[in-house]
């Protein structure tokens, strides 16, 4: 199987059924990204959209120090707070979100396992967006603090801030849901 | 205790990330040892950030890529190749300059018979066009 680096290679040298194939490799990783941080399957949707567009024109510019899925993912939480600014009412939007449901869970899941997933990804969307983005990328893409400063354009003291408020936020959350 | 937990709390943050330095890690443990509430929040602390390491990946929509613009026709792409070919025929039997067999030799086949249109930098320029449209869209 090809590496990353290897397709993305035979990509800018004009063959652009390798871009397909990283597609197929991290599409499911894209939209999680983005669901998780806009908390709407729609809006998931445009943004994995713009994210993967906008990787296919700034190919060019990827540098293969970095893994392709760390640039790629960096690229879309961008996306997806450009998209969250672009939005008129932000109260308005983050009342849907937290409305919404992740779409079409595994039937395999088990409903306890469901059930706090769920909950966790309600109580995420009241985290400030940019603590959202950066709790994502760490813990969830398991993207390293500097990688993470470098994606939101903030110095990594801020986001051991942020790591820290929001982790504390959100067990303080669900020790109330699950009534501890 | 209290407020002694409460100065500690981004040092205990930083201890379950592994950035303190030694000494301070030092510290850290120390109070740990004393102080039964840290030490369950600690265990929370991990808790959630293995709850969020477990989020599970979620398959995604088939993604609306534009389709690709269809390549053009084989007989037109021949004849669109075979333009320089015709001019020197023209020019061969209508006018007084006659070309020779040595200035069709320096003629090489374009290269749009060897290769594919849909290359790199075509379907680059249809993204890039797609792009702005959606940003005019906005
Ligand atoms: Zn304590």
């Known amino acids: 199987m090809a590496s990353d680096a290897q397709l993305v290679e035979r990509c800018l040298r004009g063959e652009t059924t390798a871009f397909d194939t990283l597609v197929a490799r991290y599409r499911d990783r894209v939209f999680s990204l983005a669901f998780r941080i806009l908390g709407e399957a729609s809006a998931a949707e445009d943004a994995a959209q713009e994210a993967w567009l906008r990787a296919y024109t700034r190919l060019p510019m990827y540098d293969p120090a970095q893994p392709f899925s760390t640039w790629l993912l960096c690229l879309t939480a961008r996306v997806c707070l450009n998209a969250r600014r672009a939005r008129q009412t932000e109260q308005h939007y983050t009342e849907r979100a937290a409305k919404a449901q992740p779409p079409t869970p595994t039937l395999e899941e088990r409903i306890y396992e469901r059930e706090r997933q769920r909950t966790l990804q309600r109580l995420l969307l009241r985290l400030p967006v940019l603590q959202r983005a950066a709790v994502l990328l760490y813990y969830y893409e398991g993207l390293s603090v500097s990688e993470v400063a470098r994606a939101l354009d903030v110095p990594e003291g801020t986001v051991k801030t942020w790591l820290y408020r929001a982790r504390e936020s959100l067990r303080q959350w669900l020790q109330e849901e699950l009534g501890e | ?138």
């Open chain 2, 1 to 138: 205790m209290k407020s002694a937990c409460n100065l500690l709390e981004p040092l205990l943050h930083a201890y379950t990330e592994g950035w303190l330095s030694a000494s301070d890690r030092l510290r850290v443990e120390q109070h740990l040892r004393e102080c039964s509430a840290c030490r369950q929040k600690v265990a929370d602390w991990y808790a959630v950030a293995n709850a969020l390491r477990e989020l599970p990946t979620l398959p995604a929509p088939m993604p609306r890529l534009p389709a690709p613009e269809p390549e053009p026709r084989l007989v037109p792409r021949l004849a669109l190749a075979m333009c320089p070919v015709m001019a020197l025929l023209i020019a061969w039997h209508s006018s007084a300059w006659r070309p020779t067999l040595s200035h069709l030799s320096t003629y090489a086949p374009p290269r749009i018979i060897t290769k594919p249109l849909h290359s790199y930098a075509h379907t680059m320029h249809r993204w890039i066009a797609e792009v702005q449209r959606r940003w005019k869209a906005f």
